[in-house]
C-alpha cells in the first residue's frame, strides 16, 4: 500500500454526491478485499455535511479558495504593530469574502441536490474563516478531503489533522474538477450562481486590495521603526559620551575644589605667620628704642 494510492482513492470518494459516499466507499473495499488497501479504505469517516460542502467548494473554486488563503496569510502578516481601526477593517474584509464564499458553496451544493440549511451554512463560514486564520486549518480545507467542520477560537493552533480522512491529508492538494456532483432531481437556477460568485469575487478583490494595503502600511511602520530605533541608538551613544564628559567635570571640579581648600588652609597659615613676624618686628624695635634713651 501507498499514500498516494490512498490518496488518491479518498480523493475520488470525497468527490462524490454526499448520499453516494457511504456505499461507493464500502464498494471498492470489497473491491480491494485482501490487499492491504482493504481496511484503511474500509475506515475512510463519511464526511459531515459542512465538510463535504467546504471539499466541493474547494473542487469547484480551486483558484477562488487558494486566494482566499493567500488572502489570509498577507492579513495575518499584517496585523501586527496595526492599530485597532485598520484590525476592524480587515476583520470585516475577511467576513464579507468568507460570507461571499459561502454563498456560492451553498449554490454549488444545491446544483449537486443538497439543499444546506442555516446551520450547515454557519459551519462552513466558520470553516472558512479557519483556513484563513490558521495555517494548518488552511492545509486541511486545501486537501479537499475533510470530514469536519473546523472553528478558529484564536486561542491555540486548529486541530486540523482530526478534521481530514487521513493525516497524510495535510499538504495534499486536491485537483480541481470542471462540474459538481450531478443530480437527476434538481434543475440549478444559474443566475443565483453567477451573482454569488460574482459577489464572491468582488469581496476577495476588496479583501486582496485591502491585505496589499495592510501589507505596505506594515512594511512602511516597521522601516519608520528601523529609523527611529537607530536614531535611539546613536542618540544613547551622545548621551553616554556627555555623561562620561560631565563625569570627567565633576571630577575635575571636585579636585580644584580640594586644591582651593588646601591654598586657602596654606593662605591662613601664612597670614597667621606674617601678622607673628610683624608683632615680633614691633617688639624688637620697641627694645631697639628704649635701650638708645638708656
Known sequence: MTQDELLAIAEALYGLPLAEFTAARDARARELKGEPLAGPVKALRKPATAAWVVDLLVRRESDQVTQMIAVGDALRQAQDGMDAAALRELTK??????????????????????????????????????A????????????????????????GSVDAASAVALPEALGFSVAPVADPPVSLHVVPDPEPELRALEEARSALEAATAAAADAVSDRDGAAAEVDRLQARSLQVQAELDELRRQLAELEAAAQEVDDDLADAEEARAEAELAAQLAVRRKDEAAAEVERLNRE
Not at 495555517?135 to 470530514?147: D, F, N, Q, Y
Request: hydrophobic share 50%; charged share 25%; aromatic share 0%.
Open 93 to 130: 474584509q475577511r467576513r464579507q469574502l468568507t460570507a461571499a464564499l459561502t454563498v456560492r458553496a451553498r449554490a454549488l451544493a444545491r446544483s449537486a441536490g443538497l439543499r444546506v440549511t442555516e446551520q450547515v451554512a454557519e459551519q462552513v463560514e466558520e470553516t472558512l474563516t479557519a
Open 132 to 155: 484563513m486564520i490558521d495555517p494548518l486549518a488552511a492545509e486541511a480545507v486545501r486537501s479537499g478531503l475533510l470530514v469536519s467542520p473546523l472553528r478558529a477560537t484564536g486561542v
